[in-house]
T-cell receptor
Framework: AQSVTQPDIHITVSEGASLELRCNYS??????LFWYVQSPGQGLQLLLK??????LVQGIKGFEAEFKRSQSSFNLRKPSVHWSDAAEYFC?????????????FGTGTQLKVEL | DVKVTQSSRYLVKRTGEKVFLECVQD?????MFWYRQDPGLGLRLIYF???????EKGDIPEGYSVSREKKERFSLILESASTNQTSMYLC???????????FGPGTRLTVL
């Protein structure tokens, strides 16, 4: 069964500082991976996705993530955080082939940005 | 842009009531999903549907049922609401290819 671990429940960074949110997954085949962001009272918005190819993927709002198969990780990064980035971030893993059509989500990381 | 709408943003019901949560998507997606979101637990899949009248149980289906009579609409039903079903409910849809899911704004349900 697939699973996702986001080890940091809360992270606080200063505006302008760099950010890295950790995500580790467990899956026996080639995964496809996502990062979503949820602002307060809103649904989830896709930041970026990885299916295959270049292991460094670029997303919206200046975010990027790197797929490292050897470490089973898909960490999210941003070089300079803006106050508007304060939100909850979810990593998700799904099947690349076969049935199921399901994603498994991590428990989320709440990001606070200090001005 | 894909749009997923949910019938209510906030809902308050009493224990034992039958509750219907409605979700509509406008992009002809084959797959639709219902999740519940609770603090510290992330999103958990309740049910999903890969075609009209087709459904499969997710990870936490107990106490819920679903209905998909039309491709664009996916309903979540709480037959007899209980206080432990107080939660945020999120609907999502996607095409049949392994692509991203698009989410609605959520319904915050409180069962008293």
């Amino acid at each position: 069964a697939q699973s996702v671990t986001q080890p940091d429940i809360h992270i606080t960074v200063s505006e302008g500082a760099s950010l890295e949110l950790r995500c580790n997954y467990s899956y026996g085949a080639t995964p496809y991976l996502f990062w979503y962001v949820q602002s307060p009272g809103q649904g989830l918005q896709l930041l970026l996705k990885y299916f295959s190819g270049d292991t460094l993927v670029q997303g919206i709002k200046g975010f990027e993530a790197e797929f490292k198969r050897s470490q089973s990780s898909f960490n999210l990064r941003k070089p300079s955080v803006h106050w508007s980035d304060a939100a909850e971030y979810f990593c998700a893993v799904g099947r690349l082939t076969g049935g199921g059509n399901k994603l498994t989500f991590g428990t989320g990381t709440q990001l606070k940005v200090e001005l | 842009d894909v749009k997923v709408t949910q019938s209510s943003r906030y809902l308050v019901k009493r224990t034992g009531e039958k509750v219907f949560l409605e979700c509509v998507q406008d992009m002809d997606h084959e797959n639709m999903f219902w999740y519940r979101q609770d603090p510290g637990l992330g999103l958990r899949l309740i049910y999903f549907s890969y075609d009209v009248k087709m459904k499969e149980k997710g990870d936490i289906p107990e106490g819920y049922s679903v209905s998909r009579e039309k491709k664009e609409r996916f309903s979540l039903i709480l037959e007899s609401a209980s206080t432990n079903q107080t939660s945020m409910y999120l609907c999502a849809s996607r095409r049949s290819q392994p692509n991203e899911q698009f989410f609605g704004p959520g319904t915050r349900l409180t069962v008293l």
